[in-house]
């Protein structure tokens, strides 16, 4: 029993078993996929002397630790090629301009001829030319899947997967609200392209509608330089 005068420290002391125990869980987990019968014996041996101390709460919170880690993580997604893959998706978002051509963030819906199932997933499809926001179609195209890591915190590790569009089979706009929201967002830009300077419409194109397909180098040169890259990256609609 803590006195009336070590109570503080006696609830630091149990704050410290707290973290340390949770800790423990966590690591457990992730050293037992190099030292399974090491972290086993360890574990063990933690929870017959916390029996023994009548430290319940620790092996609760060894064990809920441990259990939330395994929750959390996913394998690690290897790195995959897919040449001539067939695809049906359509355009999410309005494609951005790049040095060689545009590329637009496409949800897939059906895929041939790829030994990786990606239904579902959203990859960026670059292309000599700009796809409509909405499009949707089938693609004949060349994936790449590289590794992304995550956040640590998040126990996950992912694919970043990137397609080039090698010819259109088929192409139909559908018109939903989103569609025309995007058709908005490209004749704002199309407005300030045509009554401003390259530099000012570019600006206004990143600060009003998001796209920053239109600032010039030199201009993210400067705004980095003087700290106010944020106001680029955190403008308009994402």
Known sequence: MCGVHIQDNCRFTFLMWLFLSS????????????????????????????????????????????????????PIAEP???????????????????????SAPVRIIDIDNCAVDIRGRQIKMFSSGSLEAGAEGVFLVDIKGRRRFFNPSSFRHDVQISASLKEVYSLKVKKDI?????????????????????DVAGFLGAIVTGDRSGVSADMRKSFASSGLAHLLAVSGVH
């Open 178 to 198: 989103m569609w025309y929201v995007q058709r908005s967002r490209a004749a704002l830009i199309s407005f300030f392209r045509k009554e401003f300077s390259q």
């Open 80 to 102: 995959f090629r897919c040449d001539d893959a067939l695809i049906k998706g359509y355009v999410v978002d309005m494609p951005a301009g790049t040095a060689i051509g545009f």
């Open 23 to 74: 800790l423990a869980g966590i690591s457990s987990f992730y050293l037992f996929k190099y030292f399974p019968f090491a972290i086993s014996l360890l574990l063990i041996a933690i929870i017959v002397f916390s029996l023994i101390r009548k430290r319940f709460i620790l092996i609760a919170l060894i064990l809920i630790s441990f259990f939330y880690a395994y929750s959390r993580d996913h």
